[in-house]
C-alpha cells in the first residue's frame, strides 16, 4: 500500500493511500485538473513529514534562530566538534 501526500500553494494538504501503485500517474494527472490544485506531489513512506517530526523540526528552527545551536563551517571544523566530545 502507497501513502501519497498532496500539497497546495495555499499549504492545505490532502493524503490519498493508493493501495495499487500502478495507478499513480492517473491519479496525480486527475488531480492536476482540479480546479485549485496547484502542484501535486508524490512523497514515498520514508519521505513523509508526520506532525511529530514537524514540531521537531519547529523546535530545531527555533533553537538554530536562539543560537543554541553549534555551527561548523568545514567538514574539518565538524570532526574536530566530534572528537573533542
Known amino acids: 500500500m502507497d501513502t501519497r501526500t498532496y500539497n497546495t500553494s495555499q499549504t492545505n494538504q490532502v493524503i490519498v493511500t493508493l493501495e495499487d501503485g500502478a495507478v499513480l500517474s492517473e ?11 496547484a502542484s501535486v506531489r508524490v512523497a514515498h513512506g520514508d519521505n513523509i513529514v508526520t506532525p511529530t517530526l514537524r514540531t521537531k523540526i519547529r523546535k ?7 543560537g543554541e545551536t553549534i555551527v ?14
Open 27 to 37: 491519479i496525480r494527472k486527475a488531480l492536476l485538473l482540479i480546479r485549485g490544485v
Open 60 to 66: 530545531a528552527r527555533k533553537e538554530s534562530a536562539d
Open 72 to 85: 561548523c563551517s568545514t567538514p574539518e571544523e565538524m570532526q574536530q566538534y566530534f572528537d573533542s566530545l
